[in-house]
């Protein structure tokens, strides 16, 4: 794994290069960014404002129109254009899911390095907090906890405390991933030698221990990603999210709610829908990709496939026989 | 041998508690040896006997289910009492270690020297700008050229990595160095190679060497006196001609006849039947007596002290007159 890490860090477009080659890798990669972009530039993208009513001539707000020219997706039960929602959306659930990612990415690794660098009661300790959290069903535990923080009426805005849940709760299987890694690594031999020439402990997992776990690391952070977003539009859906500041989550919540399939409105339920696949599927991708590259035991085993031989020119064959009739 | 010693190993013993099933393997015993400036001390015996241990012990670099005791006095201050953060500032400043095959104790993912620079600012004993200088002289008096030192380790050659070790170990000019091994899994050309280079330096910088080897060809070339250890315990100390012309240890007499003489060229070579005791069953007498072809009755029972056989020459047997 660390020759290919080293690549990567050394040689930053040799890495692009064989990355764009990988269709897969390619697809997940523009996924994600068109969705960050849509994100990035919502305001271009849209005339309206997210919460603007449209109206007819009359004044009265459209409710469950379909598609037009002037409201591509359609309007809501409150007559507010869906398109506008869902680019205005998608900077909430990318913001959500990111931040929360890298809480849940930042804390796993720094426990799973703890825990497996310094072994003995504080490996204990951590392991178990992670058994008992990885043991409680994760969504079921998030619920209780937003909704109980939430009635808290603490001074913070619901899409943190949504954040700090997801990200706090949610870095069980990076801490095992990166602890089994660093278990391997701090039996090698020039983390001794690093001991021995009077390297403390801080020194030795920075300059020895971290380089070595972080193709690791990124790779699994583009996988939590995804899964982040994922568990965001659940609680989203389930009515958790902030109302004020719609995710692709919230939008699926209004809709069920408002009896949008009932009344025929796919355009109402189907484009957020869509939109946490396409992000999702684009993580999923993406981060298979880069694991695969930056690990190279993944990927297939470099004596595979059949070796070229080059058939023999056919007058080397006739002399060779001729030596033999030679000798 | 000139005046006080540099480094005196006092009574070391050293016990591993097994996690598995809370047994004690009882690696050292009792070990105890003088290293003066300058000299160069050979550690031998067979695999598992406790040579590596030893070093290790020595500079506190054994796992946590280690039990030390016993002093190991460095110009005075014994560094078993040190605590950990004060022993951190003689590793390598002055007691330096180049690993049993070394070449995979260089990190694959940093430069090599950048690896060089670590050890030296990691002491502080040299500005940044410095210290750069000091890499590239390194590396040119181990014969690695400068320029290589911006490569990584899979870039080199196993005997380059062995002499980029030893440049390592130079960084920060230890009184000590400890070598483990450092000719195994070399070719013979590079085992050569290595050897005329440790001695070359030893001459240059004056630094005292403790050599860990089972290659008795090693020892004669290039240690002043030889410690001889068994099942985790000092057989026969003295100077090296004292060692080889004159051995009083049963064991020490076996493992010469074992070594193929280029004078005497024989068929077979002799070997010593058997194997050394486990460490977690060791035997209550002497622990070479199950194999030993001179054993007497008290070998069973008791183990034997070390007794002083000449001026600077101690071995441990019953069969020895003081």
Known sequence: MSESWLLFKRNLSDFWRVFRRNRMGMTGAVLVLVAVLVAVFAPLLSPYDPATVIRDEAGRGLTFAPPSVHTPLGTDDAGRDVWTQLVYGARISLMVGFLAGFIAMFVGSLLGILAG?????????????????????????????????????????PLAVLILVIGLLYWTSTARLVRSQVLSIKERQFVARARAIGAGHIHIIRKHILPQIMPLIVANTVLILSTAILIESGLAFLGLGDPTQPSWGTMLNFAFDRNAISNGAWWFYLPPGLAIVWVSLGCVLLGNVLEEMLNPRLTGHHLEGEARVQPAPLESAGQASGEAAHV | MSEFPLLRVRHLSTDFLLPADKRIARALEDVSFDVHPGETVGLVGESGCGKTTALLSILRLLPANARISGQVFFKGVDLMALSEKSMRDYRWRELAIVFQGAMNALNPVMRVGEQIREAITLHGLLPPDQAETRVGELLEMVGIPKERGSQY????????????MIAMALACSPSILFADEPTTALDVMVQAQVLELLNDIQQRLGL????????????AEMCDTVVVMYGGMVAENGLVDDIFNNPQHPYTQKLLESFPDLARPTESLASIPGAPPRLIEIPPG???????????????????????VGETHLAACHLLKR
């Open chain 1, 117 to 157: 660098y310094f072994g003995g009661w504080i490996d204990n300790l951590l392991m178990r907090i992670t058994d008992v959290l990885l043991v409680i069903p994760d969504l079921p535990l998030m619920l209780v906890l937003v909704a109980t923080l939430r009635q808290m009426e603490l001074k913070v805005s």
């Open chain 2, 286 to 308: 002497c622990r070479f007596e199950p194999r030993c072809h001179v054993r007497i009755e008290k070998c069973k029972t008791e183990s034997p002290p070390l007794v002083q």
């Open chain 2, 153 to 164: 380790p899979f870039q080199y050659s196993g005997g380059m990595r062995q002499r980029a």
């Open chain 2, 208 to 219: 005292a060497i403790v050599l860990v080897t089972h290659d008795l060809g090693v020892v």
